[in-house]
């Protein structure tokens, strides 16, 4: 490889890894990652896909390319195609000519959009694959050790993107839950102490108020709370 292709994959992996460093969105980030991978390796289309675990299919999420039918190809299942089997073996596949592979399931679009060679990467997360990066050039090439390993590198950061992001979310989600519970739990304790209701009945006046006024559980609990608080003699 040239060093100055070599030294193009250095400023992507940089580039990539001070994106990812950022407060980016993970879908902007995810974006760059495509984008800067396409500029490095010269490829026509480079897209990222990721499994949905409710289906168990691939999805993409993120491309740079301007291709309306690429970029709304049908999905895959884990173990289909050439991304499915990736994700399945957690290896990389390259493909010298799509349009020739039996098991490439878009021949027509690869036909009509000139795709040909193909390097699809597994993203891995603590030995699990979650989805592939993409790489399509628009003539024939035989990816080289160093290109896989570039590519993969690429692949790791996202995976570690993605999981960072989703571990934040439900890092995010517990917080809110627990922050639920202490409001819940407060405001029962004032309709107990103020109506003289047990601890059952407290839950369910909540549970029908918010039904009957179509209110969130925390929007009723906080009412009661603020209505409790403005009650309170004020300290001179």
């Known amino acids: 490889m040239e060093n100055s292709a070599y030294q193009e994959h250095i400023r992507a992996l940089s580039k990539i890894s001070r994106a990812i460093a950022s407060d980016l969105y993970l879908e902007d980030i995810l974006r760059l990652i495509v984008t800067v991978t396409a500029q490095a390796m010269g490829s026509s289309i480079c897209s990222l896909m990721l499994v949905d675990e409710k289906t168990k299919e691939l999805v993409i999420r993120a491309t ?138 407290a839950y369910l006046r909540l549970r029908k108020y918010s039904m009957d006024n179509r209110k969130s559980m925390r929007e009723v609990a906080e009412a009661i709370i603020t209505v409790a608080e403005m009650k309170k003699p004020q300290k001179k």
């Open 64 to 201: 740079q390319s301007i291709s309306e039918e690429y970029n709304k190809k049908p999905s895959l299942k884990v173990g289909e195609g050439i991304a499915g089997k990736v994700v399945k073996g957690k290896k990389p596949i390259a493909i010298k000519d799509v349009k020739k592979e039996k098991e490439y399931k878009y021949g027509d679009i690869a036909k009509k959009e000139g795709l040909c060679s193909l390097l699809c990467i597994p993203l891995s997360v603590k030995g699990k694959a979650i989805g592939v990066l993409n790489c399509y050039t628009s003539t024939p090439h035989d990816f080289t050790e160093t290109e896989i390993e570039i590519l993969t590198s690429i692949a790791d950061q996202a995976a570690v993107a993605i999981e960072n992001t989703e571990l934040m979310v439900k890092s995010r989600v517990i917080q809110e839950e627990l922050e639920l519970r202490k409001r819940m739990e407060r405001a029962k304790g004032i309709l107990m102490k103020e109506e003289g209701l047990t601890e059952e009945e």
